[in-house]
């Protein structure tokens, strides 16, 4: 059974930074890509930011790049995104999801530059509160 667990989440000032986490289990997480997603309230999900199994190539939705960085510890199975410089737009519940699968790399959707939805094991989701 897959088990995902975010944290470190919280409620910060525009212009703050937070780190989260997510740990993962039940799978072989050094061989899935994984992404984060977010949601906010009567928003779509979007896809933020996702990390090939190795952590060689990375994808970030245009909204974020520059600010955000992703990262693995495949030794730890445990993904980080580093949140640098946030928004009040930032401010959703932050999901991160392994590649279903078996899925190694992460898929942009042409013409669009979305990231394809090819991930599941959805976990409870962190809260990211931003404050002008």
């Known amino acids: 059974q897959v088990q995902v667990a975010e944290s470190g989440g919280g409620s910060v000032q525009a212009g703050g930074s937070l780190r989260l986490s997510c740990t993962v289990s039940?799978?072989?997480?050094?061989?899935?890509?994984v992404a984060w997603y977010r949601q906010a309230p009567g928003n779509e999900r979007e896809g933020v930011s996702c990390?090939?199994?190795?952590?060689?190539?990375?994808y970030y939705a245009d909204s974020v790049k520059g600010r955000f960085t992703i990262s693995r510890d495949n030794a730890k199975n445990t993904l980080y995104l580093q949140m640098n410089s946030l928004k009040p737009e930032d401010t959703a519940i932050y999901y991160c999801?392994?590649?279903?699968?078996?899925?190694?790399?992460?898929?942009?959707?042409?013409?669009?530059?979305?990231?394809?939805?090819?991930?599941?094991?959805w976990g409870q989701g962190t809260q990211v509160t931003v404050s002008a």
């Open positions: 999801a392994p590649a279903t699968r078996g899925r190694r790399y992460c898929t942009v959707v042409a013409g669009t530059g979305e990231l394809k939805d090819e991930f599941g094991y």
């Open positions: 039940g799978l072989t997480f050094s061989s899935h890509a």
């Open positions: 990390i090939s199994y190795s952590g060689a190539s990375t």
